[in-house]
């Protein structure tokens, strides 16, 4: 059988592995793929978001199934595409994906179905945006309509950083046509969890827990990133909680979609708060979550192709999903500077017997080298999550490269909550 992984980072990397454990797989390639990626499948170097050339090529070398790991293809149509010549695919489908695409159609769509989340206004004028926060309640949150890489947040804690943020996404334009609509919400304060969901429109199996690291420094400060590291199970996320979000969130959510005429197949990523007055939805995530997917799936006892198939029949209330008891944690090494400006370019010396996530690397003349601000990330599984913590810092000292930095905390947070 030979699959296709669509993607570059250290997420499709997680899941690359993860399908290296099938037997029945042959071959997989990765578009584009990265330096890393290269030591487990075969890389092209294609953009991620050329679907007419990902398709073509998928057609040209006789691909059996694909994933679409991204949310840019995604909400660009590449299931669609793919499908369109028959090529089986993991993940949704580009009306679906557009609960990840367009924060307003997503926050909208919670209002419609009663679904809970933080109030909000949304707005396609700077100067009526800038005339609501004159009376909004402080602090607020400002989110970006499209697709930002992940950093279209910006968390005001003033009434100046609050205008500045919707100066800078509607009339600076930060982050592209992302900024021409913007929602302003409620601050809502609470422990996050991330669940990650397998859906085939009909059946919701979450799997197991996790805690991002979001802010770039230590002790949750400085700026928002793709995540700097990310620890599993959340200990916040109780069993209790779990079934709450399951009748609340989780199911309605599914049926929301359906009911939309957008059913939704693939990963569904629930990004949640757990409030004073109950879970809330922050965000949807069309897609596995990065970093999370680095330490839900070392936990993963089931295979994962056998669940994607399942979701592609749409049989997944038939399929094992079965995840360890153990716990995982994974400590992002970036490059400094990031998520701002960074140097890259420079040697990557890592242990490869190890669960090693590349993100940013590229290969120099066989040499593995810096070529992003996320750099890879290290994930230990361990029978406790303080050794899980422990041996992923034991292993980040057998990596090195120029300029790297890396947070310190990953899961400290998560150590005091089973503490108390």
């Known amino acids: 059988m030979k699959v296709l992984v669509v993607g570059g980072g250290g997420r499709e990397h997680a899941i690359i592995k993860k399908l290296k454990e099938n037997e029945t797989i042959e071959k997989i390639y990765a578009i584009p793929g990265n ?19 990902i398709t073509e090529k998928a057609v040209e070398l006789g691909i059996d199934f694909a994933v679409v790991a991204p949310d840019d293809p995604l909400v660009l149509g590449a299931v669609d595409s ?16 557009i ?20 109030k909000y206004e949304v707005f396609d004028d700077m100067e009526k945006a800038l005339a609501y926060l004159e009376t909004a309640p402080i602090p607020t949150v400002i989110k970006a309509d499209g697709l930002a890489l992940g950093k279209g947040v910006i968390i005001a804690m003033t009434r100046d950083e609050a205008k500045d943020a919707v100066r800078s996404m509607m009339e600076d334009k930060i982050f592209g046509a992302s900024g021409n609509n913007i929602v302003i919400e409620e601050f809502l304060e609470g422990p996050e969890v ?16 996790s805690m991002d690291h979001k802010r770039a420094l230590d002790n949750d400060e400085g ?32 049926e929301a979609m359906n009911s939309e005429g957008r059913s939704f197949s693939g990963c569904l990523y629930f990004g949640l708060m757990l409030t004073k007055n109950g879970p809330k939805v922050i965000e949807y995530n069309c897609r596995f979550g990065d970093p999370e997917t680095q330490v839900v ?54 242990p490869y ?24 990330g290290v994930t230990e599984v361990a029978d406790t999550l303080e050794n899980a913590i422990e041996k992923a810092y034991e ?26």
């Open 35 to 53: 330096g890393g990626i290269a030591q487990d499948a075969e890389c092209i170097a294609i953009p991620a978001n050329e679907i007419e050339k």
């Open 82 to 97: 793919l499908n369109a010549k028959g090529i089986k695919t993991f993940g949704p489908n580009k009306a679906a994906a």
């Open 99 to 118: 609960i990840e695409g367009s924060k307003v159609f997503s926050k909208n769509l919670m209002k419609k179905y009663n679904i809970p989340t933080a």
């Open 194 to 209: 991330s669940v990650l969901s397998f859906t085939d429109g009909k059946t919701v199996v979450p799997m197991i827990s």
């Open 223 to 254: 700026l928002n990133t793709g995540g700097m590291g990310t620890i599993a199970p959340n200990p916040y996320y109780t069993d209790e909680i779990a079934k709450e979000c399951m009748e609340k969130i989780f199911i309605p959510t599914i």
């Open 297 to 350: 799936l070392p936990l993963l006892e089931s295979d994962l192709l056998d669940i994607m198939m399942h979701i592609w029949d749409k049989t997944l209330d038939k399929a094992e999903v079965e995840f360890s008891k153990n716990s995982a944690a994974c400590v992002v090494m970036a490059s400094a500077g990031y998520p701002q400006k960074y140097e890259s370019g420079f040697e990557i010396k890592m």
């Open 353 to 376: 017997d190890k669960n090693i996530y590349v993100a940013g690397a590229k290969l120099d003349g066989g040499v593995l080298k810096t070529a992003g601000g996320r750099v890879l």
């Open 395 to 420: 292993t980040v000292k057998q990596v090195s490269f120029d300029n790297a930095y890396y947070r310190k905390d990953i899961g400290k947070k998560a150590l005091a909550a089973k503490v108390n």
